[in-house]
């Protein structure tokens, strides 16, 4: 495992965290991205190619679209 570059003592571990962005006018939530974690500090980062994935699907949305769920009754 590497160590931290931030605090220099605690280990990054691979895990699932969930990742925030801006996008047009609302907060994009994104439960589980893979992602590397220092296990002091909490310092992170992100897997870069599950973010490359991640902005190719909102890029290739129509600008100002939104997508509600529909509620069961």
Do not use: F
Request: with cysteine; hydrophobic share 35%.
């Amino acid at each position: 495992m590497n160590v931290c570059t931030s605090c220099h003592i605690g280990r990054m571990q691979k895990r699932n965290i969930v990742y925030l962005q801006w996008h047009d006018n609302g907060l994009l939530i994104a439960n589980r991205m893979p992602a590397v974690v220092c296990d002091t500090c909490g310092e992170h980062m992100y897997d870069h190619v599950a973010v490359e994935h991640l902005q190719r699907l909102l890029w290739s949305l129509p600008p100002n679209t939104t997508k509600t769920a529909a509620r069961s009754k």
